[in-house]
């Protein structure tokens, strides 16, 4: 028997892996492969191996996802002071004002990632558009719609009328959805247009916001001024 199947043999016996013994002798794994392979103590070794490395990878995962977790807390948490130190400056600007009632009335607020918001009416949604480019700092093509549509609706005929009535470009639309249900009839001419940005900091910032514009209603604070 070869010197250096012996030394793989015997690194093998005391628990090594192949990368282990690669290392150390300098033999191809698939050399190895070929000389343990059929042993039934090396493959018990193999499964040992196996479950050692599965449960490192799972101990590391959820150490990672720990570490994730917490620096995301950080981040949502100053997404929220960002947004209480602007609302300081925004809180009588008609344009941020209208943006936060728009959503507050008509936007998604059950998602975490994204702030999105469907309506009929082309000025509402020309309006949030423009809260969420002037007011938000969001870059337009980072803002997604497409439109729900009833049966009877011709399809490029909606979208060619919200992309004119938003003030998006036609790259901004996904494909239309086709409303499945009991009532087929037209209920809207052009159907429903929804805006979304995928964003958990902006959706932090607009619940934020959303929470001190109601205290200041209910304290009666713009009344007074």
């Known amino acids: 028997m070869r010197d250096d199947k012996q030394k793989a043999k015997a690194l093998r016996k005391l628990g090594k892996s192949y990368n282990d013994i690669q290392a150390a002798l300098g033999i ?22 196996t479950v050692e490395n599965n449960l490192h990878h799972s101990v590391r995962m959820k150490q990672l996802t720990n570490i994730r977790g917490k620096s995301l807390s950080i981040l949502y948490e100053q997404a929220k002071k960002e947004a209480q130190e602007e ?28 702030v999105t918001l469907g309506n009929t009416d082309p000025l509402m949604v020309r309006i949030f558009i423009k809260f969420l480019k002037e007011i938000c700092g969001i870059v337009n093509k980072k803002i ?15 979208e060619k009328f919200w992309v004119g009535a938003s003030g ?17 009839e037209r209920r809207v001419k052009y159907g429903v247009c929804t805006i979304t940005v995928n964003s958990r900091y902006l959706k932090e910032k607009m619940l934020e916001w959303l929470r001190l514009f109601s205290q200041e209603l209910i304290k009666g604070y713009y009344k007074r001024v």
Do not use: M
């Open 28 to 49: 191809p794994k698939g050399t190895l492969s070929l000389w343990l392979q059929n042993t039934a103590w090396s493959n018990k070794i193999k499964r040992r191996l």
């Open 168 to 184: 998006l470009q036609k790259d901004n639309f996904n494909k239309s959805i086709l409303i499945k249900g009991r009532h087929k």
């Open 87 to 114: 609302f300081e400056h925004l809180k009588f600007h008609p344009l941020f004002l209208a943006g936060i009632a728009i959503y507050w009335g008509e936007g998604n607020k059950a998602s975490p990632y994204s």
């Open 144 to 158: 997604r719609a497409y439109v729900l549509i009833y049966p009877d609706l011709q399809n490029e005929v909606c």
